[in-house]
């Protein structure tokens, strides 16, 4: 774990308390999933099928996969997020694991291979290689298993994301090796009255890189959609529809804000 991983676990422990308050987990106790239409059609029947979540927080969406019938495993590198899944599994009677992990460690804890391999909604800023993270995705699959991300489109990060108005362009689009420190001065993103106390170090990955990655893993790109609506309130002119996506009114169809992705390993590519 290097020093920028160590100082966005102390952030993503401190935010886990501010989370378990904004995320609906009272909703998510009484049955409700925290899954939309768009994964589970895209992602398809889940019944029976061994999957693996990386970056799970703490793991509404993995129980709520497991509610759809998976076998599910959690990863997280967050103690007090992972303690609080483990509560929430043995609460509502999930049956469910959850492992402790920065993902670049699990290799170490975690014979198994999987059917599906999971990743959603701000998970890839987190990451400093993301050759590493696809050959692990690649690793931990089985012959024909499938990969699946829905992330927010790396171009939304270009943007001012402070300032109401027309969108401009401050931040680079292209992957520095260096990450970008943020000294959080912005509310958090679930929770509008929480400035984090913590800071945290953010690598940008562009489109390609995100690909690439995949591609040289040895996956098969499956499809690649892009959305013009997003899984959260990232720019302040944003409007929730009553499917709980956020949009930019006057950029409807002009940008992309989110992206999903399916990708295959191929039969012969067991590694
Ligand atoms: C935005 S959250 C995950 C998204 C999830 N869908 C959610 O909102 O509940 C990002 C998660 O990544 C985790 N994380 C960041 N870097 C990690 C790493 N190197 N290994 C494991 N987990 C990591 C954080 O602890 C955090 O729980």
Redesign the pocket.
């Known amino acids: 774990?290097n020093e920028f991983?160590e100082t966005?676990?102390k952030l993503?422990?401190e935010?886990?308390d501010v989370?378990i308050k904004s995320?609906g987990v009272n909703e998510f106790k009484k049955g409700k999933s925290t899954l939309d239409k768009i994964q589970l059609e895209e992602i398809g029947n889940v019944k029976g099928k061994l999957l693996l979540h990386?970056?799970?927080?703490?793991g509404?969406?993995t129980l709520s996969w497991a509610r759809e019938g998976a076998i599910v495993t959690g990863?997280?590198?967050?103690e007090k997020?992972i303690e609080y899944a483990n509560q929430l599994r043995k609460e509502l009677d999930i049956k469910s694991r959850f492992i402790c992990?920065?993902?670049?460690d699990l290799k170490k804890r975690l014979v198994e291979k999987f059917d599906i391999v999971y990743t959603?909604?701000?998970?890839l800023c987190?990451?400093?290689d993301l050759n590493e993270w696809a050959k692990l995705i690649h690793h931990f699959l089985r012959p024909c298993g499938i990969f699946y991300i829905m992330e927010g489109h790396p171009i939304t990060h270009i943007f001012d994301d402070t300032r109401r108005g027309k969108l401009e362009i401050i931040y680079p689009y292209f992957h520095g090796k260096e990450p970008t420190k943020w000294d959080n001065d912005y509310p958090d993103y679930?929770d509008e009255t929480y400035i984090p106390k913590n800071s945290s170090y953010q690598w940008q990955w562009s489109l390609n890189d995100i690909i690439n990655s995949l591609i040289k893993a040895g996956l098969r790109i499956e499809f690649m959609n892009e959305f013009d609506k997003l899984f959260y309130k990232e720019f302040p002119d944003m409007k929730c529809d009553e499917n709980g996506w956020w949009y930019l009114l006057d950029y409807r169809n002009k940008i992309p804000l989110m992206f999903t992705l399916r990708a295959r390993k191929e039969e012969k590519n067991d590694g």
Do not use: A, P, R
């Open positions: 774990m991983e966005n676990k993503w422990n935010l886990t989370h995320y990386l970056q799970c927080h703490f509404l969406d990863v997280d590198f967050s997020s992990c920065n993902i670049y959603s909604q701000g998970v987190w990451l400093k679930s």
